[in-house]
């Protein structure tokens, strides 16, 4: 069996990333598996333009995963469409100034940052109890939102760039009920990229994490595996432990046996567990049992769909009260006879 495409995740600091890439240790590992890198543009900092030259001249194929202030909720969601716009206008012009090579720009659509926090920590409150109210009800916020991200992924392409975006697994039921409930409600936006990648973190989702990949990685063009450590800071959810070396393992083997590419999530978090070494003379063909909780993952998965298609369609609830209603009425009615 062939050998995956390997491409890691890496969400640093400044000061983080040039330590991590201090020396030629990571360097070298990546060119070793002829892996590609995905970095997190969180700043357009001089010190970051150095660490992506390095990966140029070594050869490293480098993606410019965009992401915004955190203030600005971080990753791209269905209100921040002028700063996303705006932070690759920038993100343009700093490549220029310092020549930088880019093999594609990666999206990354996901839940306003803040809003995510506030979930996490449990405080919503009433304010934001009675926004999500309006959103259910918003059905032209999705358009406008899909327009300009739909332009915003032409001009990327008119630039010569490929697009990757990094999707939450559920915008495949959202397709399936052929709606827009969870965009409205969480922020997600369903586009048209050249490459989608499905976040299928299995540590997340413990212990039905390995079920969830193989249940949706038909669905990804490539699938994001993780999480080995590191990422943004939010209560609850860092303190989930990293994949361990067995997990990871079973991961990567249920990707090659689901013939995917696989998006790893992430470069430091595999560094800080002397995981890329051990990747260098990994066995790839050693057969891995598929999951038995899969039956169960699809079982949900169906009924997510099946919620979100009626959600969509309000009056089938009420043609179905209204029968049920009239059929009441039918059966009194025969009885009194």
């Known amino acids: 069996m062939p050998k995956p495409k390997l491409t890691f995740f890496c969400e640093l600091p400044t000061q983080e990333l040039n330590k991590l890439f201090d020396g030629r240790f990571v360097i070298d590992d990546l060119k070793d598996l002829n892996a590609s890198l995905s970095l997190g543009i969180i700043d357009l900092s001089d010190d970051r333009a150095v660490v992506v030259k390095r990966l140029n001249e070594a050869g490293v194929p480098v993606i410019a995963w965009l992401l915004l202030p955190e203030e600005e909720g971080y990753w791209?969601?269905?209100?921040?469409?002028?700063?996303?716009?705006?932070?690759?206008?920038?993100?343009?012009?700093?490549?220029?100034?310092?020549?930088?090579?880019?093999?594609?720009?990666?999206?990354?659509?996901?839940?306003?940052?803040?809003?995510?926090?506030?979930?996490?920590?449990?405080?919503?409150?009433?304010?934001?109890?009675?926004?999500?109210?309006?959103?259910?009800?918003?059905?032209?916020?999705?358009?406008?939102?899909?327009?300009?991200?739909?332009?915003?992924?032409?001009?990327?392409?008119?630039?010569?760039?490929?697009?990757?975006?990094?999707?939450?697994?559920?915008?495949?039921?959202?397709?399936?009920?052929?709606?827009?409930?969870?965009?409205?409600?969480?922020?997600?936006?369903?586009?048209?990229?050249?490459?989608?990648?499905?976040?299928?973190?299995?540590?997340?989702?413990?212990?039905?994490?390995?079920?969830?990949?193989?249940?949706?990685?038909?669905?990804?063009?490539?699938?994001?595996?993780?999480?080995?450590?590191?990422?943004?800071?939010?209560?609850?959810?860092?303190?989930i432990e990293p994949l361990t070396w067995e997990e990871f393992s079973r991961d990567l083997r249920l990707c090659v046996m689901r013939e995917k590419p696989i998006h790893v999530f992430s470069l430091e978090g595999c560094a800080r567990q002397g995981f890329l070494s051990k990747l260098s003379s990994f066995n790839w063909d050693q057969p891995v049992t598929v999951p038995a909780e899969v039956a169960r993952v699809n079982l949900f998965r169906t009924l997510l769909a099946t919620l979100l298609w009626i959600l969509e369609r309000p009056w089938v609830i009420l043609v179905g009260l209204a029968t049920l209603i009239g059929l009441g009425f039918l059966i009194k009615h025969k009885q009194k006879k």
């Open 76 to 239: 791209f969601n269905i209100d921040n469409f002028k700063e996303a716009t705006a932070r690759y206008v920038a993100f343009k012009a700093w490549s220029s100034k310092h020549n930088l090579q880019w093999d594609a720009i990666g999206l990354d659509i996901e839940i306003n940052l803040n809003e995510l926090r506030l979930i996490m920590e449990d405080k919503p409150d009433q304010d934001f109890i009675k926004t999500l109210f309006k959103r259910f009800f918003d059905k032209q916020r999705v358009l406008r939102s899909q327009r300009t991200y739909q332009a915003l992924v032409d001009l990327i392409r008119a630039d010569g760039y490929r697009v990757e975006s990094y999707h939450l697994p559920v915008i495949i039921e959202e397709r399936r009920a052929k709606g827009t409930i969870l965009q409205r409600l969480t922020g997600l936006v369903d586009l048209e990229t050249d490459l989608e990648v499905l976040m299928l973190y299995s540590s997340f989702l413990r212990p039905d994490g390995a079920a969830v990949l193989w249940s949706y990685a038909p669905d990804a063009d490539s699938v994001g595996v993780g999480s080995t450590g590191g990422g943004v800071e939010v209560e609850g959810v860092n303190d």
